[in-house]
């Protein structure tokens, strides 16, 4: 994509902004990688660096160091190419070849109605500027671009021992400029499954569709504390209220679309007796009335719209039973707040996927937790809970928390030149989202590992965006860090 006559026009640093535009232009949802991976080689070995693409997919670009620098320590720069892909429902965006379209606000580059790809699309930019550039000084450079990570990390797991060469590890996937990332959740799924038992709609029945829709949704991780309304958890309870009123039979269910976003949207397809269906509309303006006040300030904007729609089978009204009393009783949000870590969550999850029909279902909870016991206990909970309806549920895809490490010596470097370039203290956090440093970090013992990134609003959700200004602050904090790192190794020399 060119620069030129479009919204990154004029923004600064120009390198990083054109590398930004080409992955807006290129399809690169979790696990459909491979033509932005090739396109990327490609680039690079255009310019001479070194590529591996190694069996996870996974691509690894070398770029020697600045002539002088040879013996400076290795360091290796990671983000990752996939991105979460959420639009609005009436958005007609197709992931896997339309262009995303931002929009530049008040000093923010926004995508109104998909997700916009800063995360994790800005390290990756970072990172391609970083290569090309050749007034940069730096020691060896190695650029870690994995593949899969906001579905299950795929790409940091496969990532083989003895691949990486550098000493250290600038992650760029975290989310808030002036912050350094010390140390994130781990956590693991469960998945669940269920077979069901159709029947048809009796003839005296009427069937109807209930949208939840309204919500801001989010990252699960780093919003979860918000207490956003969950589409999913909302939707079953007033599926509930209105089992309680009238004869309701439900024929399907389905409500968020990416394990690590916060539901915005749920819908029901449902059948109740004709004499019933005037009466739905009423009881579902009282639900809604009482959703945007317990939501006030937070989803003001929840909504619950009724429309007719067709359905020809049900579930039976055993397995309406067992679906709606367990995702009503399922856990989501906040578990239990850190003792060690004040004011970051310790441990949580999101219920965060449902499609359930005639013919049976599933769901899909993403728990999160810094310490991996915790995560392991709370995933058990929730599978005890489905076991007592003979629900199947398995846990899958465990991947360990980062362990901070106060005493990094790459974070005191960092921090010393962010207050010298920018007359500013910075701040240390650990942050309750999964980033693949405790993933890569346990393959490799002794890597010190500093996470930091722009300012990034909504990942995870349509109308994510990303302040301009702190893009450019990134730039030039990564090439002072680089620096500073190389010029230390001369004057030890």
């Known amino acids: 994509m060119s620069l030129s006559h479009t919204v990154f026009s004029g923004l600064q640093p120009v390198n990083v902004w054109a590398h930004f535009a080409m992955l807006c232009a290129t399809p690169r949802a979790s696990k459909e990688e491979g033509a932005l991976r090739v396109y990327i080689k490609g680039w690079a070995e255009a310019r001479g660096l070194p590529t591996t693409v190694d069996a996870a997919g996974n691509l690894i670009v070398r770029k020697p160091a600045s002539a002088g620098r040879e013996q400076a320590p290795g360091v290796v720069l990671q983000a990752h190419l996939d991105m979460v892909c959420q639009k609005n429902t009436e958005s007609t965006h197709d992931f896997s070849r339309d262009v995303i379209q931002p929009a530049l606000r008040d000093g923010w580059l926004i995508a109104e109605e998909t997700t916009l790809g800063a995360d994790n699309g800005i390290g990756v930019a970072l990172i391609l500027a970083a290569l090309e550039d050749a007034s940069l000084a730096h020691g060896p450079l190695e650029a870690l671009l994995t593949v899969d990570e906001e579905a299950g990390m795929g790409g940091a797991r496969g990532l083989a021992a003895g ?212 995560s392991l206990a709370l995933a058990d909970e929730i599978v005890s809970l489905f076991a007592l309806s003979g629900t199947p549920a398995e846990k899958a895809g465990y991947y360990p928390g980062w362990a901070p490490n106060p005493d990094s010596a790459l974070l005191a470097l960092c921090q010393s030149v962010y207050r010298r370039d920018f007359a500013a203290e910075s701040k240390v956090q650990v942050i309750h989202a999964g980033l693949e440093c405790g993933i890569i970090g346990a393959k490799y013992p002794g890597l010190d590992i500093v996470s930091f990134g722009p300012t990034i609003r909504g990942a995870h959700a349509p109308g994510e965006s990303v302040e301009v200004s702190t893009v450019d602050g990134c730039w030039a904090l990564l090439g002072s860090i680089l620096a500073e790192l190389a010029e230390q190794q001369e004057d030890a020399q």
């Not at 429309?307 to 309406?320: F, H, I, K, N, Y």
């Not at 367990?326 to 707040?337: D, F, Q, S, W």
């Open 163 to 374: 691949v990486l060469e550098g000493s250290l590890m600038l992650n760029l996937d975290t989310e808030e400029w002036g912050e350094f990332y010390l140390g994130c959740a781990g956590g693991l799924d469960v998945n669940v499954t269920r077979l069901g038992v159709a029947e048809a709609v009796p003839s005296d029945y009427k069937t109807c569709r209930i949208s939840l829709r309204g919500l801001r949704g989010g990252h699960s991780g780093v919003n979860i504390h918000e207490e956003r309304g969950n589409a999913i958890k909302l939707l079953v309870r007033v599926l509930r209220q209105l089992e309680a009123a009238m004869p309701l039979r439900l024929a399907e269910l389905q409500g968020g679309s990416a394990r690590n976003a916060l539901p915005r949207e749920a819908f029901a397809t449902i059948a109740v007796p004709a004499e019933a269906l005037a009466r739905l509309p009423v009881l579902l303006d009282e639900q809604q009335a009482l959703l945007r006040a317990e939501l006030h300030g937070v989803d003001d904007g929840v909504a619950l719209e009724l429309a007719a729609a067709p359905a020809a089978l049900l579930m039976s009204l055993a397995e309406q039973a067992v679906w709606l009393a367990t995702l009503h009783a399922a856990p989501h949000g906040v578990r239990r707040m850190s003792r060690q870590v004040p004011g970051v969550v310790e441990t949580s999850n999101n219920l965060g996927m449902v499609d359930v029909h005639p013919n049976g279902g599933s769901c899909n909870f993403m728990v999160r937790s810094l310490l991996g016991s915790a």
